[in-house]
């Protein structure tokens, strides 16, 4: 199986800010990355595929970055509405794996 | 818009089969660029991915669940299902279903809302 690993694992931010979470595959996996959120009682939904294509209807304040091994998710201008729980998953191969989660918190 | 609905027992005891449902609405369940999957999530935990299966009827299991899982389609009703056998406390999540695309590179773009299984006597 793939791991993945995103750092960090929590973080707790303001109204406006710019955060950036990282995720980590254990092998190369090209850009056979994906990013979701998830908020409390509900399905994940998913934000951006392939590292870096933003999902329809995503707001543009979110982006992907990365391939091989490292990659990056972005929230420039942090909203009321994006505190959640980030995930990164690979598609690279089966078992499908995810990250263990980027907690989002109000400061 | 395509819809994803999971149904099944919220409750089954240990060392019985999980049976979970899931119907799609809003688009066919048979296509070249769709596969239909199975994940799960323990309560404050993370997310497992546990197979999926396409309208042909094949499938791709996670090896940790392989010797328990069945997965099947039923195209004339829209739906595909789960069976996962010899259950235990640690089978206890909400599972969902959730389309993979070839066009987001085989992300899940549409997940049903999720449904609660306790494994317990």
């Known amino acids: 199986d793939i791991q993945m690993t995103q750092s960090p694992s929590s973080l707790s931010a303001s109204v406006g800010d710019r955060v950036t979470i990282t995720c980590r595959a254990g092998q190369a996996i090209d850009t056979y990355l994906n990013w979701y959120q998830q908020k409390p009682g509900e399905a994940p939904n998913l934000l951006i595929y392939a590292a870096s294509s933003l999902q329809s209807e995503v707001p543009s304040r979110f982006s992907g970055s990365g391939s091989g091994t490292d990659f990056t998710l972005t929230i420039t201008s942090l909203q009321p509405e994006d505190f959640a729980t980030y995930y990164c998953q690979q598609t690279y191969t089966t078992p499908r794996t995810f990250g263990q989660g980027t907690r989002v918190e109000i400061k | 818009q395509v819809q994803l609905q999971e149904s099944g027992p919220g409750l089954v005891k240990p060392s019985q089969t999980l049976s979970l449902t899931c119907t799609v609405s809003?688009?066919?369940?048979?296509?070249?660029?769709?596969?239909w999957n199975w994940l799960r999530q323990p309560a404050g935990k993370g997310l497992e991915w546990i197979g999926r299966?396409?309208?042909?009827?094949?499938?791709n299991y996670n090896p940790s669940l392989k010797s328990r899982l069945t997965m099947s389609v039923d195209t004339s009703k829209n739906q595909f299902s789960l069976r996962l056998s010899s259950v235990t406390a640690a089978d206890t999540a909400v599972y969902y279903c959730a389309r993979d695309s070839e066009r987001v590179a085989r992300a899940m773009d549409v997940w049903g809302q999720g449904t609660t299984v306790t494994v317990s006597s």
């Open positions: 809003g688009d066919s369940i048979i296509s070249f660029f769709y596969s």
């Open positions: 299966v396409y309208s042909s009827g094949s499938t």
